[in-house]
Structures are given as structure tokens and as C-alpha cells.
């Protein structure tokens, strides 16, 4: 698939490109894919796509209460990130997560699904969001308007006090009515809940019967040691095999084959009709069928959540064009790692990575 030409300033710096929506009217038909796969011969099929580091909540286990934001001219334009995201799918990708930070902050987010969109049945398979439910209010509509049939919202707490305090001072009632909006728009909704050692241990199984209420899914996830938070993450971390035990007792669980393109593996529920997901970065490892590569908002792809390896793509992008970003994606994938390393413990002090959860995405 050839691509035009990024247009550059006299500076160097990108000159503006033409509104997303007038990109490509046309898109071509994708040459027959040639599946991208990893140095240990792992398919990778799936891209999570940061939009921004930005967020408008403070979550205790994701990001510092005073977070230091990338400046906007490192941060790649929504044409560069459609771009890219053409690229990838060219390159046999079939699924994309839009991610952040919290994505639906980021200005003209819509333009962004839109054109990313138009690939749906068309070398994409699947085009899904992660975000904190805050403006789901505002974007719901546009997302399946876009062929958004799914998102996952971030929630750990359904108590207003608790959740102002995980999240250092956000607004539970604005969340719940997003999710509620969200949900009558169409959108399948799972509810992903970080699991916390006194914090919200004993809201897990009402959290999951409430999920059931609704019509939504759960995933609980271990807390992973990514960035320096000004939290003790071993005080808060909770095993999700104890978790899942205690769940077993009260609704008896079967693991079942169901995917979603990411690593969470799923039960029924006995009595329930909500399937419950368990993401297990330490007590499970599940690196050996990993699917994925991340980009951040800066164009660095990141192999592994756990690791600072990564690929910068926006300086080729903005130096050579895309033709001079597609031997990059080899390269990247050369260098994935076996597996993440991430350790929470007595004496494991440090985080397994410098950047926070929000620079990557999850």
C-alpha cells in the first residue's frame, strides 16, 4: 500500500495535514497479509495505541499525584497516529486498542476512531477503547457511530469515598452515569477493577454481582510496579488466586476458552451471567502466547509492558515518511522479550519500568 508523503516546514517540523476526515477518502484494498511475528515465533496481531499521556484522574496505582506531561510538540498529531495506524493494519495488525493516559481527552479523539474505523472489515477486525468513563457521556454516540462495538472502563470502587480516594479526588456518580450512557448507546461494556489489599478487597464480589446486574463483564487485575507512584504497591498487592478462591466459594467457577485479544483469561460464573477475567502479570504468568505490541503517544513502540526496550518511530516518521518507519516494525519485533519480569515482594523496591501505567497504556 503506498502512502503520500508527510509534508515538512522550512523547520523541520510537520507542516499541518489535511483534516482525518479528508485523508484517504478511498482506502484501498489491503495487499494479502503477511503476519508479523515476533524473534520467538509469537503472532503478533494486536496494537494498543496511547493517544496521550494525559489524564484527568490520579489514580494511586497508575500515576504520581503530581504528574510531569509530555510538552504537545512531542507528542504525535492525530494524522500521524491514523497514519501509522494504516500502516500497522497493512502489516497484518487485526486489532487496535485505543488507550491513554485517558484517550477521550484528548481533542478531536473522534476524527481519530472515525478514520481508524473505516478499516473495519477491511484488514481490521476490531477496533475497541480503554477509558476511565469520565466523558463517555459526551463520546458514546460517536464511538459506535465509528464501529466501536466494545470498551473496557477502569473502575475500582462503587463507593464515592473510596473512589475519590484511588483516584485522588474523581467523581463517582459522573462515571456511573457515563457507563449507564455508554451502555444504552450499544457498547458492550467490561469493567476492568485493579485488585487492592485493603482498599477494595471486599467490594470485588459485589462489584461482580452489580456487573451482572447491568449487563457488563468483570476483569480483576494484580496491581504491576510500573512507574514511581508515591504508593508501597506491596502493601496494597492482593494475589488474585486468593481473590478467585474466595469467589469459587460463593459462585463456583469454570474457565472457559473466550478471548478478547489480550491476556485476560475467563470463567462463568455459576448463578451469574457476567463472565469474570482474571489478569495475573504475577501469579500467572501469560507471556508465552503474548499478541501484543504498545505505542505511546510519543511513537516509541514498546514491546513489553514490563521493559524500557522500545523502537521510536516518530523521527523517522517525521524525517523520512512512512517508508522509512516499516523496517522499524521488524526491527521492534526482533526485539520482544520472552517475558515481563515484574516482581512485588519484601525487598523489591523498585518499579519494574520509569514510566507510569498512563505513558503505555496497560
Keep these: 500500500m503506498r502512502y503520500r508523503p508527510l509534508a515538512r516546514a522550512a523547520t523541520?517540523?510537520?507542516?499541518?495535514?489535511?483534516?482525518?476526515?479528508?485523508?484517504?477518502?478511498?482506502?484501498?484494498?489491503?495487499?494479502?497479509?503477511?503476519?508479523?511475528?515476533?524473534?520467538l515465533g509469537r503472532r503478533i496481531s494486536y496494537l494498543r495505541i496511547s493517544v496521550t499521556d494525559r489524564c484527568d484522574l490520579r489514580c494511586r496505582?497508575?500515576?504520581?499525584?503530581?504528574?510531569?506531561?509530555?510538552?504537545?510538540?512531542?507528542?504525535?498529531?492525530?494524522?500521524?497516529?491514523?497514519?501509522?495506524?494504516?500502516?500497522?493494519?497493512?502489516?497484518?495488525?487485526?486489532?487496535?486498542?485505543?488507550t491513554g493516559g485517558e484517550p477521550l481527552v484528548r481533542r478531536d479523539i473522534g476524527d481519530l476512531v472515525r478514520r481508524i474505523g473505516r478499516h473495519l472489515g477491511n484488514g481490521l477486525d476490531?477496533?475497541?477503547?480503554?477509558?476511565?468513563?469520565?466523558?463517555?457521556?459526551?463520546?458514546?454516540?460517536?464511538?459506535?457511530?465509528?464501529?466501536?462495538?466494545?470498551?473496557?472502563?477502569?473502575?475500582?470502587?462503587?463507593?464515592?469515598?473510596?473512589?475519590?480516594?484511588?483516584?485522588?479526588?474523581?467523581?463517582?456518580?459522573?462515571?456511573l452515569h457515563g457507563i449507564r450512557t455508554a451502555r444504552d448507546a450499544g457498547l458492550a461494556i467490561k469493567i476492568n477493577?485493579?485488585?487492592?489489599?485493603?482498599?477494595?478487597?471486599?467490594?470485588?464480589?459485589?462489584?461482580?454481582?452489580?456487573?451482572?446486574?447491568?449487563?457488563?463483564?468483570?476483569?480483576?487485575?494484580?496491581?504491576?510496579?510500573?512507574?514511581?507512584?508515591?504508593?508501597?504497591?506491596t502493601d496494597h498487592y492482593l494475589p488474585l488466586t486468593q481473590v478467585a478462591a474466595a469467589i469459587d466459594a460463593a459462585h463456583p467457577l469454570t474457565p472457559v476458552s473466550d478471548r478478547t485479544g489480550g491476556p485476560a483469561r475467563y470463567h462463568?460464573?455459576?448463578?451469574?451471567?457476567?463472565?469474570?477475567?482474571?489478569?495475573?502479570?504475577?501469579?500467572?504468568?501469560?507471556?508465552?502466547?503474548?499478541?501484543?505490541?504498545?505505542?505511546?503517544?510519543?511513537?516509541k513502540i514498546f514491546m513489553c509492558l514490563g521493559h524500557e526496550d522500545h523502537v521510536d518511530f516518530k523521527a523517522a516518521l517525521r524525517d523520512g515518511g512512512l517508508d522509512a518507519v516499516e523496517p522499524l516494525i521488524d526491527r521492534a519485533l526482533r526485539l520482544k522479550p520472552a517475558r515481563h519480569d515484574f516482581r512485588i515482594g519484601a525487598g523489591e523496591t523498585a518499579p519494574a519500568t520509569r514510566r507510569h501505567m498512563s505513558v503505555t497504556g496497560g
Design 193 to 233: 477493577m485493579v485488585a487492592l489489599k485493603g482498599v477494595n478487597e471486599d467490594e470485588i464480589l459485589p462489584m461482580l454481582r452489580w456487573c451482572d446486574a447491568e449487563g457488563l463483564d468483570l476483569t480483576l487485575i494484580e496491581t504491576m510496579p510500573l512507574g514511581d507512584t508515591g504508593e508501597d504497591r
Design 268 to 299: 462463568r460464573v455459576d448463578g451469574l451471567r457476567a463472565r469474570l477475567g482474571l489478569i495475573t502479570p504475577l501469579t500467572q504468568n501469560f507471556c508465552a502466547d503474548c499478541n501484543r505490541i504498545r505505542m505511546t503517544c510519543e511513537g
Design 126 to 175: 476490531e477496533l475497541t477503547l480503554t477509558t476511565n468513563g469520565t466523558r463517555l457521556v459526551d463520546h458514546a454516540a460517536t464511538l459506535v457511530d465509528a464501529g466501536v462495538r466494545r470498551i473496557n472502563v477502569s473502575l475500582d470502587s462503587r463507593d464515592p469515598a473510596r473512589f475519590a480516594h484511588v483516584t485522588r479526588g474523581g467523581d463517582i456518580a459522573t462515571v
Design 12 to 39: 523541520g517540523a510537520l507542516a499541518p495535514l489535511l483534516p482525518i476526515a479528508y485523508l484517504s477518502p478511498m482506502l484501498p484494498a489491503p495487499p494479502p497479509r503477511t503476519p508479523l511475528t515476533d524473534g
Design 61 to 98: 496505582y497508575c500515576m504520581a499525584e503530581r504528574m510531569q506531561f509530555l510538552p504537545k510538540n512531542q507528542v504525535l498529531t492525530l494524522e500521524e497516529i491514523a497514519l501509522l495506524a494504516d500502516l500497522f493494519i497493512a502489516r497484518g495488525i487485526t486489532r487496535i486498542r485505543l
